[in-house]
């Protein structure tokens, strides 16, 4: 027998081959890293901004059909609205038929002027936001309400990261006719 046919031949990585692979791994992965994280950041921002939108359609839609008063309140326990000037949305929300426009849930109101009292319906809850602030602009009303009309007052709320005083990531507008626009950052006027 020769020498080279006893021989193994043997297939795999060496030790060099593998050092050089997982360091190119390395810092593909830390080029790539900050990127990911500004793409998640974003993609929560506009999750919460989609989710707040959908609840001021809602609201608009539903103060259409039901030719009454419906809001949209803060809220910590998605039962009540939490009341004191809270302008920050961001540990929830209740969508409500709000038969008086006066951003309370209340039983015993006449909402559709038969003189028999009703209860304001809770039309959708939204729990806490994570990571997240929505807060409106200006301090009183803590409540932002459509009218039978599906008309609004002029509002802007703001989504930031939460805790920080970091930029305006989105800001969503409402016109007085009740329509809803949003811009990455700040809208112009």
Request: proline residues 3%.
């Amino acid at each position: 027998m020769t020498i080279n046919k006893m021989k193994k031949q043997y297939s795999g990585f060496t030790l060099i081959e593998l050092i050089v692979t997982v360091s190119i791994v390395a810092i593909l992965v830390s080029i790539a890293a900050p990127s990911f994280r500004t793409m998640l950041e974003n993609n929560r921002a506009s999750a919460a901004t989609n989710e707040f939108v959908s609840a001021l359609l809602l609201a608009r839609s539903e103060a259409l059909k039901r030719r009454n008063n419906v809001s949209i309140c803060t809220s910590i326990d998605q039962n009540t609205c939490a009341g004191n000037g809270v302008t920050d949305f961001t540990s929830g929300w209740i969508v409500f038929q709000d038969c008086n426009a006066n951003g309370i849930i209340e039983n015993n109101v006449d909402c559709d002027g038969d003189l028999i009292p009703d209860n304001e319906a809770i039309l959708k809850a939204q729990s806490e936001l994570i990571q997240l602030d929505i807060a409106k602009n200006g301090a009183i009303p803590d409540f932002f309400t459509y009218t039978f009309a599906g008309r609004s007052t002029a509002v802007s709320f703001n989504v930031t990261r939460k805790n920080t005083t970091t930029p305006i990531l989105t800001q969503i507008r409402t016109s007085l006719t009740g329509r809803i626009r949003t811009c990455k950052g700040v809208c112009p006027p």
